[in-house]
């Protein structure tokens, strides 16, 4: 075996046994339990877990899902966080070899991951996974493993809380509701800090496209169920008109024309929505934290290809 494999062998191994971890610290932060204290238990039946059945992964596998006293299914979600966080802990490894950078961008993803749990399961974002996340984001840059100054990331922090918070009080005045939480807020501040302004910028116009290309359809659905047909047809001569931006050619004579049309379309698509908005339909569907995260890993891997694609 090459020197290379073992190294992505063992980076794989690390990333299973922290993925383990962060089941335990994200469960045990949502019901304010210790982390250290009490032993791994069985959620269900209270036992607690030998460490033959509690080896990351493969231990599910060997239970067919199930604990072993009481045959209770064990949620998919700790199988599911482990292999994520083993995955990414060896495309970073690939990407950034032996480094202080691939220590640092493991500990970021496994903050990525932490926020996933919690805002998947219970709609809620752990303030201390984002003040890490900001640390995390600083240290970055002040050891100059990113591309970007420190002044970029501490103006990252900043156009992080000002974005959403701009974004936060349209919300309020359109839909009478905040359209993000403060913990969106305090994930823009942390990706700020890592990444820089810029490309916190593009980190949330993809979070946006990621966010939208979930939510249309449950949305879609919601409508279709609550036979709030107006507003189904609205989404899907929204999503015709962006998809015909694709084929417009800009050279066109009557591309203004065309854009005049389309924006007009847009928004009485929009106002028949937000007309139709019935009770029941809550504004926020899916939580935003995960799109947000899953939009700065592109950043981080594919920052260039990203900008060449926009431009
Ligand atoms: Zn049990």
Same mark, same amino acid.
């Given at each position: 075996m *090459?020197?290379?494999?073992? =190294?992505?062998?063992?980076? #794989?191994?690390?990333?299973?046994?922290? @993925?383990s971890?962060?089941?335990?610290?994200?469960?045990?932060?949502?019901?304010?339990?210790?982390?250290v204290?009490?032993?791994s238990?069985?959620?269900?039946?209270?036992?607690?877990?030998?460490?033959y059945?509690?080896?990351? #992964?493969?231990?599910?596998?060997?239970?067919?899902?199930?604990c072993?006293?009481?045959?209770?299914p064990? *949620?998919?979600?700790y199988?599911? &966080?482990?292999?994520?966080?083993?995955?990414?802990?060896?495309?970073?490894?690939?990407?950034?070899?032996?480094?202080l950078?691939?220590?640092?961008?493991?500990? &970021?993803?496994?903050?990525?991951?932490?926020?996933?749990?919690?805002?998947?399961?219970?709609?809620?974002i752990?303030?201390?996974?984002?003040y890490?996340?900001?640390?995390? $984001?600083?240290?970055?840059?002040?050891?100059k493993?990113?591309?970007?100054?420190?002044?970029?990331?501490?103006? @990252?922090?900043l156009a992080? =809380?000002?974005?959403f918070?701009?974004?936060?009080?349209? $919300?309020t005045?359109?839909v009478?509701?905040?359209?993000f939480g403060?913990?969106?807020?305090?994930?823009?501040?942390?990706?700020?800090?890592l990444?820089g302004?810029?490309?916190?910028?593009?980190?949330i116009?993809? *979070?946006?496209?990621?966010q939208?290309?979930?939510?249309?359809? &449950?949305l879609?659905?919601?409508?279709?169920k609550?036979?709030? =047909?107006l507003?189904?047809?609205?989404?899907?001569?929204?999503?015709?008109?962006?998809?015909?931006?694709?084929?417009?050619?800009?050279?066109f004579?009557? /591309?203004?024309? /065309?854009l005049?049309i389309?924006?007009?379309?847009?928004?009485?698509?929009l106002?028949?929505?937000?007309?139709n908005?019935?009770?029941?339909? *809550?504004?926020? =569907?899916l939580?935003f934290g995960?799109?947000? &995260?899953?939009?700065?890993?592109?950043?981080i891997f594919?920052?260039?290809?990203?900008?060449?694609?926009?431009?």
């Amino acid at each position: 075996m *090459s020197i290379e494999a073992l =190294y992505g062998f063992f980076a #794989v191994l690390i990333g299973l046994s922290i @993925g383990s971890f962060l089941n335990v610290v994200a469960l045990r932060g949502l019901s304010g339990e210790s982390i250290v204290f009490p032993p791994s238990k069985c959620p269900k039946c209270g036992k607690k877990l030998n460490w033959y059945t509690n080896i990351p #992964v493969i231990s599910y596998i060997f239970l067919l899902g199930k604990c072993q006293f009481c045959k209770q299914p064990i *949620s998919v979600q700790y199988p599911i &966080v482990e292999s994520a966080n083993a995955i990414l802990y060896l495309i970073m490894f690939l990407n950034f070899g032996v480094s202080l950078k691939t220590l640092i961008l493991w500990a &970021v993803t496994s903050i990525f991951i932490l926020i996933c749990i919690t805002d998947f399961k219970e709609q809620v974002i752990i303030d201390l996974h984002t003040y890490i996340l900001i640390g995390l $984001g600083l240290l970055y840059n002040i050891l100059k493993l990113g591309s970007i100054s420190i002044l970029d990331s501490i103006l @990252g922090i900043l156009a992080g =809380y000002l974005i959403f918070e701009i974004l936060a009080r349209i $919300g309020t005045i359109t839909v009478k509701t905040r359209a993000f939480g403060e913990g969106d807020t305090l994930i823009a501040m942390g990706l700020g800090a890592l990444l820089g302004w810029k490309m916190l910028i593009l980190t949330i116009f993809i *979070s946006m496209l990621i966010q939208a290309i979930f939510t249309i359809p &449950v949305l879609f659905i919601k409508y279709f169920k609550n036979k709030n =047909y107006l507003s189904a047809f609205a989404l899907i001569l929204i999503v015709l008109c962006i998809i015909s931006t694709k084929f417009a050619n800009p050279n066109f004579d009557y /591309y203004i024309i /065309y854009l005049a049309i389309l924006c007009t379309v847009l928004l009485f698509c929009l106002l028949i929505i937000l007309k139709n908005i019935k009770s029941q339909e *809550s504004f926020c =569907y899916l939580p935003f934290g995960p799109a947000l &995260v899953t939009g700065a890993l592109f950043i981080i891997f594919f920052a260039k290809k990203i900008l060449v694609f926009f431009s």
